[in-house]
């Protein structure tokens, strides 16, 4: 009994569905930040940066969901959503309809398949994997359907203005971040860390 018990002990602990598992903390930044705020020109970039640690003692099986055997690679993964509204704290009618958290991939739920190996990464005890997200890629619409006043366009970039979004990977938020494009702006300014997102569950 004692063998079986220990055996049990070592064996990754898999993801559920709309947490993290037990040993596992996130931290949700801005890449470029200057205290929460970024500044860009509407053809520049924007990272988010989600850094996964094992604070465990033992291998933790982790879920990122960014690859389906039918669309292959994905541009990001299914867990990720943002919401963002305008410098007067409006969300678009499109983010309304979706639960105000948008991701493209609202519309395309049903087609994923969740047990493909590629999903899974083995993070061994203090391991640390940091996974980049283009935030340009999270709100893109589908077939480049996107509405008016929407604030990015898959041709011309961010859209001129301020903005305030919080980014989210299955159930842990980040914090509100301030987005302004400038078409004036010829660079971010420049990186500052933050304060890790999330904690142990």
Known sequence: MRLFLLALLVLP?????GQLPDGITLSITLKNADDHRLVIAPNESVTMVLTFSNHSKAPIRLRIHDYDPYHKNLPYPIE???????SAGQLHPLAK???????????WSTLFTDDDEHNYRNLKPAEVLIYE???KEVLTVPAGGEP??????HKKGFKPGSYRFQFRFDS?????????????????VKSLQQTPVGADR
């Open 172 to 188: 842990v938020q980040s914090e509100m971040f301030d987005l302004r494009v400038d078409e004036k702006n010829k660079k971010s």
């Open 97 to 107: 309809e979706n639960g105000e958290w948008w991701s493209q991939f609202t519309c």
């Open 13 to 17: 602990v898999t993801l559920i569905a």
């Open 133 to 135: 997200v283009a935030l």
């Open 148 to 153: 008016k006043g929407w604030p990015y366009d």
């Open 80 to 86: 990720c959503a943002v919401r963002i509204t305008d």
